[in-house]
């Protein structure tokens, strides 16, 4: 069993930064990637960046390229989710995954986008 904890939401101005953290616990060694995902209010949930947990490789959603950034501490087995140049439609619940034989998902954390 794998359990995620989010941590970082909250309310942000537009043009703004946040940083999400994901701490993993329990059967840690048996995840290969985690990753980020986002629900708006009435959409569906989408997938917004990944990350490979060994070697670090990282993907990203087109909506977020360049402005977002995954990132990982091995040692505190925590992934982050820098998120700079923060635009309204990035208000979301914001959930950490984590892929091992099976996946796994956090309870999520808001962020709102909002002058």
């Known amino acids: 069993q794998v359990h995620l904890v989010e941590s970082g939401g909250g309310l942000v101005q537009p043009g703004g930064s946040l940083r999400l953290s994901c701490a993993a616990s329990g059967s840690i060694f048996s995840i290969h990637d985690m990753g980020w995902y986002r629900q708006a209010p009435g959409n569906q949930r989408e997938w917004v960046a990944d990350i490979i947990t060994s070697a670090g490789r990282t993907n990203y959603a087109d909506s977020v390229k360049g402005r977002f950034t995954i990132s990982r501490d091995n040692v505190k087995n925590t992934v982050y989710l820098q998120m700079n140049s923060l635009k309204p439609e990035a208000t979301a619940v914001y959930y950490c995954?984590?892929?091992?034989?099976?996946?796994?998902w956090g309870q999520g954390t808001p962020v709102t986008v909002s002058s």
């Open positions: 995954t984590a892929r091992a034989a099976r996946e796994y």
